[in-house]
Every structure is written in structure tokens, then in C-alpha cells.
């Protein structure tokens, strides 16, 4: 099973929950909020959902992105991802169907900080229509 693998990898016990959750992200090539998972994934409960992606998140699985809607969304990394700063990649948030798609093979420039600043995070969303949309 290709799930269980995967979480074994990233040294995350791999739960019926775990393999479900996992399995559903690995189906979608969009963002998926909490909301979003909840409802397709009616059977399972909310906190077990959140503490599946905070996991998820803690070992490297997926990533939050903020879209500017306000509500935060989660995408699969890349295999080759360590959600550092050399991975940081663009946004896109399609203003019609409201989805957000990671833009993997669109890498961030590089920017030069004052002395003493340091980059924890940078986000960057682009807003217009989708494929599906347009």
C-alpha cells in the first residue's frame, strides 16, 4: 500500500484515518480546507481531521497556504519538498470556483533582506480564473 509507505517514511503511524486522509489528498491537485475535508469525509470526526493535518503538516506531507480568503488551505508537498525556503513556490486562487492550486514549477525570487532580517515565511497568491473556469 503506497499510503502506508509514505507515512512510514515520514515516521507517522499509518491509521485507518491517516490512510484515508492521505488518500484524499493524493486524489485532489487543488487546495483542501478543514471545511472541505469534513464534508467529504463525513464519517470521520473534526478533531481526528485536524490532528491528521496538523501531523501531516509537522512532518512535511503537506503545507498551509493563505490565500487571502481567510480560511486556510492545505496542499500535498512534493516528494522532494522540505517546506523550507528553498521550496517556496507561488499560488494560484481562482476568483469563479474559489479553489487554490500550488504552482510548483514557479519558484519564488530571491530577495535581498536588510542585515539582521530573516524570512520565516513568504506567500505569494495570484488571483484570476481557472482552466476549468475560463
Do not use: W
Not at 62 to 86: F, P, R
Amino acid at each position: 500500500m503506497e499510503e502506508e509507505q509514505l507515512l512510514k517514511n515520514r515516521k507517522i503511524k499509518p491509521t485507518a484515518s491517516r490512510i484515508l486522509v492521505l488518500r484524499y489528498f493524493l486524489e485532489k491537485d487543488n487546495a483542501i480546507s478543514l471545511k472541505k475535508l469534513e464534508n467529504d469525509l463525513h464519517h470521520s470526526e473534526k478533531s481526528t481531521l485536524y490532528r491528521t493535518l496538523k501531523t501531516f503538516e509537522r512532518q512535511k506531507i503537506i503545507h498551509s497556504i493563505d490565500d487571502g480568503t481567510g480560511i486556510k488551505k492545505y496542499a500535498l508537498c512534493l516528494e522532494s519538498c522540505n517546506c523550507e525556503s528553498q521550496d517556496l513556490h507561488f499560488h494560484f486562487h481562482c476568483t469563479e470556483c474559489k479553489e487554490t492550486f500550488c504552482l510548483n514549477n514557479q519558484r519564488m525570487p530571491s530577495i535581498e533582506l536588510p542585515l539582521k532580517f530573516s524570512i520565516t515565511s513568504a506567500n505569494l497568491v495570484i488571483k484570476g480564473v481557472c482552466a476549468n473556469c475560463n
